[in-house]
Structure formats: C-alpha cells, structure tokens
C-alpha cells in the first residue's frame, strides 16, 4: 500500500515538472460555438467572444457610466444623431434636422419605419418620453446633468420632435450623438422605473443587437436584429464574457477561448503583437490623465507655482516607463479626436525655469504638499511616485496619499473650499460628446454653488469663464473654435488648471480572424459592422 | 446531544445580531458613498440627493438598520443598490459557484492532506517525511494569485488540456479547486501527520505491533481513527473558510462567487449586498462549526453531549 502511495505521488510530482518544461502545443480551442454561417467565399463563425474587464453595470443610457456599459448599449440603441468614421455628425434616428433663427429650438425629423426590439415603431412620442425622463432631476439620472439647458421637447407630429434650450447651444449636435440620450421606448420605463437596463428583459431598443440573455458576472449574449432599419450585422451573436484580471484575460485569448480582450496591460502589448495569429488595434482616444491643482490651497493657488510644477514634468519619461506605445504626450487641455482641441504642444521638462518660476512665487526653497491618487486609474500610485520625484528635483517635497476609489470619490466633490484638501490630484478626462463644452464646461468654470461640484479643483479665471460660456451660446463653428483655442491656452499653462501628462490610446488586444470591430474615440468598442473568419 | 444542538442553534442569533450591527456601522463609517459612486464623478448633487432619498439612504441611520432588520427577519436582505435585484436572489445565483468551489477544494485537499501526512507519520524523519514537509510549506506559502496563473499558464496555455476562465462546463472548475485545494493540503497533511504521531507514540499502538498486528491494520484501524479529531477540525475549518468564498481565486478564474459578490459590494459600497452576504457567510461558518462539534461524537464515542 505504502509503495502505491509512494507511486501516486511521484507521479503527481513528475506531472507538474514536466507540464512546466513542456513548449506550447497548438492551440486546440474553439473560440466560438455554434455553427457558422453557410455563404460563399470566405466562411465566417457566427459568434464574437469578447472579454471586457468588467460586467455590464447598467443598460440603461440613462444609468450607465462606464465604459464597458456604454459599449454594449451603444449595440442596443440609438440615438437621433452619430458621429461618422470621420468624426462628423450624421443622422441616426433623425432623418434630417434643422435650428431656429434664434438657435434655440432644434427640430429634429425622424426615419420612418425604425423598429423597437418587441415590433413596437419608434415615433416622435418615444424620443420626447425619454428626453423627459433625463429632465427630471427628480429621477436622479446621471444624464440630467448633460440635458440641464433642455428647457421642453414636442412632438410636431408622428415623426417630428423639436427640442427648445434655455439659450443657444453650440455642442448641440454633438450631444445628440451622446448614447445617454439613446432613445428609449417609454412603456418600458413605466413599467420597469429605476430596475430599466438591469435585466435581460427590461430592455428595448432600436439597435442592430437585441439583448437574448445576461446572466451577471457570467456572459451576456446580444443576438442581430433582423428587423434593424440600418445595415443587418453580418454576426449572429456577440458573447460578452467578463474576465476581471488582466493576465487571466490575456491567456484567455491566447489560448482562443475568448477572440478580443479590452484593457490590455501595457507590459503585455509588445508580447501579443509578435504573438502569431494575434494583433493589437491600437486609437486615439479622448482620454486624457492628468493631475489637477486644487486651488482653493494657499500655496497652489499662485499661478507661478502651478506654472512651476507643470514645467517640472518629463512626460516622455513617464510615458516609456510606465505607458510605452499606449500613450502619447498630451498637447492640450483636450486630446486631438476632441472637437475644438486646438494643439499647443507637448510642455518639456524645464527644471531651471521651474525652479526660477518658485523663487518668482517666493518659494525659492521649495515647500510641502501632497499628491492624492488612486489605483482605480492605471498607475494611478506609480504616476504619483514619478511627480513626487520630478518635484522633489525642484524642492517640492509630495507626500503621496492614496485613496481607493469609492473614498476618492466622495472626497473629491460636492465640498466647499475649507473642506477640500487635495493641493493635487489625479484625473482621468475625456467627453464623451467628444466637443469642447464637454471638456470644459462644468470641469474649469466657476463654480457658482460655493461648492466644488464638477469643478474639483476650484480653478476659477475670470477669461476662461467668458469664453468658454461663449463658445456654448456660439453656433458659428470657426468662431466656437477660436474661442476654445483661447481658452485653452490660459488652462493650459498662462494660468494653469492641471498637469497635462498623455493622451491614452485605446486598445483591443484580438484574434486576427477578427475583422471590421469598432473602436470609437471614446474607447467604446462595438461590434454592429464586425465579422470572424473560421 | 438534542438539547445541545438547539442550544447551539440559539447561540447563534446573538452572534448574528451583533456581526450584522458591527458590519452595519462599519460601512457607514468608512469614506465612500454608494450613491456617488453609482452615478460617477461628474454627477450633480441635486442628482445625488434625489438617488439618495429614493434609496432610502437620506435616512437617520438608527432607522436604516432597524428597516434592515426587520426586512432580515422576513427573510428579505433588501435590494441591491447596483444592481436592483434582490439580496437574497443574488446570494442564490451565487452560492451554487462558492458551493462547488468549496467541496471540490475541501475533497481535494482532504483526500491529499491525509494521504501525504499519513506517509510523513509513517516515515517520520526519513527523507519523505522532509519531503512532503517542505512540499507542504510551500503549498501554504504559495499565493493562490500566483498559482491560479501558473496552474492557466502550464494546463491551459502549454497543454491546451483545460480552460483558462468562466464556468461554462466541469472542466473549468478544475483549475480553481486545484488551486483552492492545494493552500489547504499543507496545513491537512501537517495536521494529520502529527496527530498520526501522537498516536502512533502511544503504548497500546507498541502493544499491538508486539502482538504482530499487521502494519497496515496498525495504521489505518487504530492509529488513523484515534488521529482523526484534529483531522476533522481542520477539515471543518477549512471547508467553512472556503464557503465564505475566495475573492481572489473567483476573481483570477472569472468566477461569479460569493467572495467575489462581497467584495464588489464593498468597492462599490453597495450597502444591502455587502450585509446580507456577511450575514449568510458568518451564518454559514457558524454552522459549520456546530457541525464539526457534532461530528466528534460520531468519530470519538468517548465524546457526549448533554
């Protein structure tokens, strides 16, 4: 018996070490199920396995605020306008739409026929029921902020719905590409409230993908529209299946079981794109990191400071040691894919101007402040550790606080001035109607509530407030652009409102049978137009 | 051992009681609001505090406890803040995972614990005694974060033999119960093997070999029944720990758990989710432990409850 034991166990030893000497065999795994499309040419499967990081939160546009949420309503609805592949507006729902003289009242005329998931016709009653929802801040939507100078909408007749703003709005058409304000069939949001877009069965929208199960954490399984208005999807299903950990998620797709992966670690890029048979897309996007200035700081509030500590970075190191080939030096307050972004160049390193702008401010020896950050932003707490060293070069001695994210959160806004206490802090920026007003308005305007609000930082310039509440009322595109440029230059380093590190690339790490994916400027990634070859 | 057993059960309601105060007031005191962090960074506060009254979350929080409580009592949990389904519900969906988690890793190191500590016992001092001992430190000290990868790396990549992540079909639960069975396998055969010594020591053990008992009877009729208290205590212990599910391993292999389930509720300060399956889980380990008292009387005779 003793000797059978003896056996056994070396036989478990042997398995182990020879399992970890052994090279990799081929890849034997099917990434899809199902069958595959009977067509000729090249044979497609009829399925897209995707692993984004992170379930579905919510699929209510109205709701959801994150990224792997917004991808995946942006599957199931529509919204009246989109941006085309060239960043131009198009229509959407809305065949076609006009302003008036006053640049206050949009009216927007719908595509006929477009079909809700259950067969009901969408029609001007369901666009002014579910823009009437995101007005009411009695809901407490997430949209409400973004529909605030939405002062009525009307149904002009069957397919004719006019929108009425409080005074002229510039971003217009760009915010009515926003999929938070997808349109949404209202039955729906009688009948399911605050639960809308958390069930499989509570959704009905008008896009290529119908919803045909979510069970939570496991997979969510979107099935074509055959009754979509636009362009039929070429691929049946698309399979979401959350992998929270990045490296489970990356052998997921080396080994074939899943065909892309979202979030791909920078560490891992160069691997998997000399890895055969995979490849990584990698875009622009409207994301930006940064860390801004909280200026309502005794010391931070001087604009020679601020102006120092922005000259103290070296972005190009930051960028190679911790981001190398998924980001690129910023060179604005906004990244390029933003409309109005206006290129001001990359700030280098100057450590002797810093250090003569501090002496300037009367801090010729430095002083003490502190960098808050969190790990919820990639390397957010490595970002925070090179500042600290770049500004200890200087004199300026950061102690590094790191908060995790739910804390962060709280602590960043809704405070007054004596409550907040962040001289400098990380950000993570990018519209996501990918204008100017979304950059800008709300995030580096003068709060007027005493409170922070969006305006974390308590930057307050007096210019920046004028022109960039110009830029809103202008509809005049090279006049909003030039108000913008001006604006920009001021927050940018005149009177600085943040360091601008990099600009992030989106990336999507795929099988290289996977084709025609949709990776937008704000890192959504869709599937309507996508296939896969066998 | 009736009597002793509804006196057990009782002794439970308090201890719930108090861990689902204690677990109530700390995640009102930590920083973070389930609110802000639901609608994001950029919300209003007139968006806030009009989510938050519809929550119920603008209450005093003597009155928000004793609504749990009360719902508690009814057998309702709440809802959950995220993702509006009921506590309870979510609880259901994801215990089935924990549960297979849980008794593949327990089998797995319960059949391999033994096995190993026996073969120390019997050959104490001798190389494979050194052997497993250090098989067996190192089983404890590896990071289940770290073996769950390598395990993906060698089985799923290299061999191609098993999936890597999800729980679409027995297969992938292989890696995970490996992986969960192998942190325990050390402190199981550590347990058994100086509990079989113990034994092994004593005088009736030298009085049977004397008398030409054969070895194998020596070891597995006297000796390894005598050694097993210790043995089922940590069996008990281990099984109730990985009832409670493991966050990280669930996380690492996709696994929509119960750990995972808690763990998410307190990133996301999802209040309901977070003390309904503290509640369950300290239930949960708190019987297991009534349990393993139980099964002494079976595996020792000599233990009586009155």
């Known amino acids: ?84 592949e060239n960043g131009n507006v198009v229509g959407d729902l809305a065949e076609s739409w006009e302003v008036s003289e006053d640049n206050k009242t949009w009216t927007f005329q719908l595509k006929q026929g477009v079909k809700f998931h259950d067969g009901t016709e969408m029609t001007a009653e369901h666009v002014k029921g579910t823009y009437e929802r995101a007005m009411d801040p009695a809901n407490g939507l997430v949209v409400n902020e973004i529909v605030k100078m939405f002062e009525k909408v009307e149904v002009v007749d069957k397919y004719t719905v ?373 | 051992m009736l009597g002793y057993t509804i006196r057990r059960i009782l002794q439970i309601i308090p201890v719930l009681f108090v861990i689902s105060l204690v677990v109530f007031l700390m995640l009102h005191m930590i920083p973070g609001d389930p609110v802000k962090n639901m609608l994001g960074i950029n919300a209003t506060e007139e968006a806030i505090e009009a989510m938050r009254a519809k929550l119920g979350l603008d209450q005093p929080l003597h009155k928000q406890y004793i609504s749990f409580m009360k719902g508690v009592l009814k057998g309702d949990l709440g809802t959950s803040i995220h993702t509006r389904k009921p506590v309870v519900q979510e609880i259901l969906d994801k215990y089935p995972y924990t549960l297979k988690l849980a008794v593949g890793g327990t089998i797995v190191a319960t059949v391999f614990g033994i096995i190993f500590g026996i073969i120390a016992a019997v050959y104490h001092n001798k190389f494979m005694d050194n052997f497993i001992m250090v098989l067996s430190l190192l089983s404890v000290s590896t990071p289940s974060f770290f073996l769950s990868l390598i395990l993906m790396l060698i089985f799923s990549l290299y061999l191609g033999w098993l999936p890597s992540v999800g729980v679409k079909s027995w297969a992938h639960y292989v890696l995970p119960v490996i992986t969960l069975g192998a942190q325990s396998v050390g402190i199981m055969a550590r347990t058994t093997r100086s509990a079989m010594l113990e034994v092994l020591n004593q005088d009736y053990i030298r009085t049977s070999r004397s008398r030409g008992v054969p070895e194998r009877i020596i070891i597995y009729s006297h000796a390894f029944k005598n050694a097993l208290i210790p043995i089922v205590t940590v069996i008990g212990l281990r099984f109730g720990g990985l009832l409670a599910g493991s966050a990280l391993v669930e996380t690492v292999f996709a696994i929509p758990g119960i750990g995972r389930l808690m763990v998410d509720g307190v990133l996301k300060r999802d209040y309901p989710v977070v003390q309904g399956t503290i509640l369950v889980i300290s239930a949960t380990f708190v019987i297991m432990n009534l349990l393993t008292d139980l099964l002494y009387a079976v595996v020792d005779p000599r233990v009586k409850y009155d």
């Open chain 1, 162 to 534: 006019s929108i009425t703003t409080t005074e002229p709005y510039g971003a217009m058409t760009s915010l009515m590409c926003n999929v938070s304000l997808a349109v949404m069939d209202p039955a729906y949001i009688d009948k399911y409230g605050m639960d809308l877009g958390t069930s499989a069965e509570s959704i009905n929208g008008t896009g290529p993908y119908k919803i045909k199960s979510w069970e939570r954490d496991v997979e969510l399984v979107l099935e074509s529209f055959d009754d979509y208005y636009g362009e039929k999807a070429p691929t049946k299903y698309i399979v979401y299946r959350p992998i929270p950990e990045a490296a489970a998620r990356v052998i997921a797709l080396e080994t074939g079981e899943v065909d892309a992966i979202q979030g791909v670690p920078a560490d891992d890029v160069p691997r998997l794109e000399a890895t055969e048979g995979l490849s990584v897309y990698k875009a622009r996007s409207v994301g930006q990191r940064l860390f801004r200035f909280g200026c309502n700081d005794s010391i931070i509030s001087n604009t020679k400071v601020r102006q120092a500590l922005v000259y103290a970075v070296d972005r190009q190191v930051i960028i190679d040691s911790l981001f190398d080939g998924l980001a690129v030096p910023s060179t604005a307050p906004l990244a390029p894919v933003t409309w109005g972004y206006a290129n001001l160049g990359e700030i280098k390193q100057d450590q002797e101007k810093a250090k003569q702008l501090l002496a300037e401010a009367g801090y010729p020896d430095g002083f003490k402040t502190k960098i808050v950050t969190t790990e919820r932003y990639a390397k957010g707490v490595e970002l925070a550790e090179i500042l600290a060293a770049q500004f200890a070069e200087i004199g300026v001695e950061a102690e590094i606080q790191v908060m995790e994210w739910s804390a962060f959160v709280q602590t960043i806004s809704g405070l007054t001035a004596e409550e907040f206490d962040e001289p400098i802090f990380i950000m993570g920026a990018g519209p996501s109607m990918m204008d100017a007003d979304g950059g800008l308005r709300g995030l580096y305007t003068t709060t007027l509530t005493g409170k922070n609000d969006r305006n974390y930082g308590f930057y307050s310039n007096k210019e920046v407030d004028e022109l960039i509440d110009a830029a809103m009322k202008e509809t005049d595109p090279d006049k909003r652009k030039e108000l913008y440029k001006r604006a920009q230059e001021i927050l940018y380093l005149e009177d600085p409102a943040g360091i601008w590190l990099f600009d992030q690339l989106t990336n999507l790490a795929h099988s290289s049978k996977l084709q025609n994916v949709t990776v937008s400027p704000i890192s959504t990634i869709t599937f309507e137009k996508a296939t896969i070859l066998e």
């Open chain 1, 1 to 84: 018996m003793m000797k059978k034991l003896l056996a056994f166990m070396l036989i478990f030893t042997m398995i182990f070490s020879l399992a970890a000497c052994s090279k990799p065999a081929e890849n034997t795994t099917d990434a899809g199920e199902g069958g595959t499309s009977a067509q000729e040419g090249p044979k497609y499967k009829d399925t897209i396995v995707f692993a984004p990081n992170t379930d579905v939160q919510s699929l209510d546009p109205h709701v959801q605020n994150d990224t792997t949420s917004e991808q995946v309503v942006k599957m199931l609805y529509n919204t009246l306008l989109k941006f085309d």
